[in-house]
């Protein structure tokens, strides 16, 4: 059965620590990993990934996928409090699309 | 734009009570999904839709109805709610398959007594 699962489920840093979420996943015939971030609403898009290795940035916020061991990472440098969310990930195969549980991430002033 | 939008934001049902929560999207997505979020078990997936007149169920379609008449209309039915079905539900439509990028509204918070 496809799944993804996420980890740590929840994580407490101070602001400007580093902090590295997991996301490892088996679905079939995978297209694609994806990641959101889910503050009070609804998850807002932070990155999708294709490819194996290639690393996807959006200012203090990166991503890469290791599509052998079936897993991605999500990394945040000098979290700030507006870091504090739940993250998501979710892959894809055919036509579906499978999420994980979260990572709830608290930064601490 | 205003992307995807639901209705209400809040609501309390007692059970045995049905309701209708009302999404809609401007971005003439083919595709629409209804999602519950429940704490430690992230998003499920209820009912979809890959285009008007198109629907079919996803993980938990249970309890639940849906309809799409027109491309930018996709409200969920609660046929006679109960607590099992208190949870955060969430819309989402993307351009033509769930593996694309799907944009999400804001979510309904429901409470079943």
């Known amino acids: 059965e496809d799944k993804v699962v996420q980890s740590p489920l929840s994580l407490v840093v101070h602001e400007g620590d580093t902090v590295t979420l997991n996301c490892s996943y088996e679905?079939?015939?995978?297209?694609?990993l994806l990641w959101y971030k889910q503050e009070k609403k609804a998850p807002t898009f932070l990155f999708m990934l294709?490819?194996?290795?290639i690393e996807k940035k959006s200012g203090r916020l990166s991503s890469i996928l290791d599509k052998k061991e079936l897993f991605s990472i999500l990394n945040i440098t000098a979290t700030q409090t507006g870091d504090s969310a739940i993250y998501l990930c979710a892959a894809t195969g055919g036509n579906d699309m499978r999420f994980g549980a979260g990572t709830r991430l608290t930064v601490k002033p | 734009n205003a992307g995807v939008t639901q209705t209400p934001k809040f609501q309390v049902l007692k059970t045995g009570q049905s309701m209708t929560l009302q999404c809609a999207q401007d971005m003439n997505h083919e595709y629409m999904s209804w999602y519950r979020q429940d704490p430690g078990m992230g998003l499920r997936l209820i009912h979809y839709s890959v285009g008007a007149g198109i629907t079919d169920q996803g993980e938990v379609p249970n309890g639940y109805n849906v309809s799409r008449s027109t491309t930018e209309d996709f409200p969920l039915r609660l046929l006679s709610a109960a607590p099992s079905q208190t949870s955060v539900y969430f819309c989402?439509?993307?351009?033509?398959?769930?593996?694309?990028?799907?944009?999400f509204g804001p979510g309904t918070r429901l409470t079943v007594l």
């Open positions: 679905v079939t015939n995978f297209r694609s």
């Open positions: 989402a439509s993307s351009y033509r398959t769930r593996a694309d990028t799907q944009y």
């Open positions: 294709t490819s194996s290795g």
